[in-house]
């Protein structure tokens, strides 16, 4: 955020005359931004509160490298790059570490993990082939950084799609690992099967409260056993499509936004079609809805 009220001005320019690059001209602009004339709101922000500014910038950035728009992606970059800067800084001023630390910590590490590109790496060359395996091997026995269990590593805060992924990518390098992809799509069969039978098993059950009250019969049909299977089963029917997608090398988080994406692109043009045409929107008009759903499909 900008102060109004700010008169501070960021030179473009070193004492030496030399004009910044473009990081530099960052770092100072975010310096000056909670320096003691700075913007009132930047002096109070800590890391904690950041954290919903860094995960919506990393979602906008994403979403920009999705729609192919350079020109936007230029823009969410600056953004990431000013919120990942920021918080830098502030564990700076607090004495943590310094951002020439952070950057040269990441720069040796990369530096580590690619032995066969820097000859001064710390790590062991392998075969093309095995790369993301000699990547791993270098955390575990160079960096001491092996997990008690290997999905340890897998941050609980993650997205649920991604968490799954990344999961099971994990558990894959291990070994325990589908043999065709035949395997995998079988298994996504499976667990839809088993998700029906939980369907007709909940079903099977009436749920009526003794005051006859709807709201009342729902709220106990959602706090059976009976749905919480069905819940449960849906969960692995979900895993299954997750891996099956990852067995095939689709990300599941990037093929879930399209998907959204088109969704939203159709239904938009579903309900201005409808609107143009005064056909109200509602059950009694499905036909309609759906005549323009056909035609959104084509455009």
């Given amino acids: 955020m900008s102060d109004s009220n700010s008169n501070i001005e960021v030179n473009a320019e070193t004492n030496a005359g030399k004009k910044l690059s473009g990081f530099e001209k960052l770092l100072e602009v975010v310096k000056t931004l909670r320096s003691e004339n700075g913007c009132p709101w930047d002096k109070v922000q800590t890391p904690l509160t950041l954290r919903r500014y860094m995960v919506e910038e990393c979602f906008e950035t994403v979403d920009a490298i999705t729609q192919g728009d350079s020109l936007h992606v230029k823009e969410e970059l600056g953004d990431l790059f000013f919120n990942l800067v920021f918080d830098a800084c502030i564990y700076e001023d607090n004495g943590d570490f310094s951002v020439d630390e952070c950057l040269n910590a990441v720069a040796d590490k990369l530096i580590r993990r690619h032995p066969h590109v820097f000859a001064e790496s710390e790590g062991k060359a392998e075969s093309d082939s095995d790369l993301g395996r000699q990547w791993d091997k270098i955390k ?7 997990e008690k269990c290997t999905l340890d590593s897998v941050p609980d805060g993650f997205p649920p799609l991604l968490k799954a992924s990344k999961m099971l990518g994990k558990a894959a390098k291990t070994g325990f690992e589908w043999q065709s992809v035949h395997d995998v ?3 996504v069969f499976e667990e839809l099967s088993e998700v029906e039978d939980a369907v007709s098993k909940l079903n099977e ?8 009250n709807q709201n009342e019969s729902d ?15 849906f969960g ?10 990852r067995f095939l090398g689709v990300d599941s988080t990037v093929a879930m936004e399209r998907a959204n994406r088109k969704f ?7 309900e201005n079609s409808m609107k143009e045409n005064a056909i109200p929107m509602d059950e009694n008009h499905l036909s309609e809805m759906v005549a323009f759903w056909n035609a959104a499909k084509k455009i």
């Fill in 219 to 233: 709220a106990m049909r959602l706090d059976s056993a009976e749905f919480s299977h069905l819940e449960e089963e």
């Fill in 236 to 245: 692995d029917l979900l895993l299954s499509v997750v891996n099956y997608a």
């Fill in 185 to 187: 799509r079988q298994k």
């Fill in 205 to 212: 059950k009436t749920f009526e409260s003794e005051s006859g």
């Fill in 140 to 146: 575990e026995n160079v960096e001491g950084r092996k």
């Fill in 264 to 270: 939203k692109k159709r239904f938009n043009f579903v």
